[in-house]
């Protein structure tokens, strides 16, 4: 059964430029969270989703941020019109139903922004 | 909103030893689940333990084990026998309890460096 897919692992973009970070849950999970962990610091919670539905985008920035998760295929988070802060390490984790349910984390992709 | 604290950003230990990892919590919440979590350099994340507050026995994997003080709102992770690849960065994480689907708020985390 693989694990939680994330691609691209690195990624680069210049200032204004946009960024998409894609998410594969693991096979029979469809709750899908995004972490950001900027340098030296924890996992800081930005978004849950299901299939189809944002269910709390609590610590999503209001601009330029934005989350979906088809009915088929991955999760995506969009980055527009990047900026230099928005480097940073973005980890996706999905769990089999809500609640207390163990998360399992991707590799994380790690955003740098030039 | 709940907050997670840990106050040691770095720790070593030699091999072979125990280390204690603190980490403290404040909430209002009554049922509520305590994780933690362990970065290698590899930078995944793996859950190393969790504990459900409900529960007063502390949980224990192989060489992991928490002290779950509930009163004081304290969690810390003591790791027996020490080993290289514990070398890592640890985060402790609190979810609340109401099956919503909730995320994980992860405290700043303690680097630490197992020496051989």
């Known amino acids: 059964n693989a694990g939680v897919m994330q691609n691209p692992r690195h990624l680069v973009r210049r200032r204004g430029q946009e960024a998409r970070l894609r998410c594969s849950p693991m096979k029979g999970h469809s709750h899908v969270y995004w972490y950001r962990q900027l340098p030296e610091e924890g996992l800081k919670f930005m978004v849950y989703l299901q299939k189809e539905n944002i269910i709390d985008e609590s610590g999503m920035p209001k601009e330029r941020f934005s989350a979906e998760f088809p009915k088929e295929g991955p999760s995506i988070l969009r980055i527009q019109q990047v900026v230099r802060g928005d480097s940073a390490a973005y980890f996706c984790?999905?769990?089999?139903?809500?609640?207390?349910?163990?998360?399992?984390f991707g590799p994380g992709t790690r955003l740098t922004v030039t | 909103a709940q907050t997670v604290t840990q106050s040691q950003p770095e720790m070593s230990v030699q091999e072979a030893e125990t280390v204690t990892l603190s980490c403290t919590y404040d909430?209002?919440?009554?049922?509520?689940?305590l994780f933690w979590y362990k970065q290698p350099p590899s930078r995944q994340m793996i859950l190393v333990i969790r504990q459900e507050a409900y529960k007063q026995q502390n949980a224990t994997e192989n060489r992991f084990s928490v002290n779950f003080q509930k009163a004081a709102k304290s969690f810390s992770l003591k790791i027996s026998d020490s080993q290289l690849g514990d070398t890592a960065m640890y985060f402790c994480a609190f979810m609340k309890g109401n099956n919503a689907g909730n995320m994980l708020t992860f405290g700043g985390g303690t680097r630490l460096m197992v020496k051989p």
């Open positions: 909430t209002s919440e009554n049922n509520y689940y």
């Open positions: 984790a999905s769990s089999v139903l809500a609640g207390a349910y163990e998360q399992y």
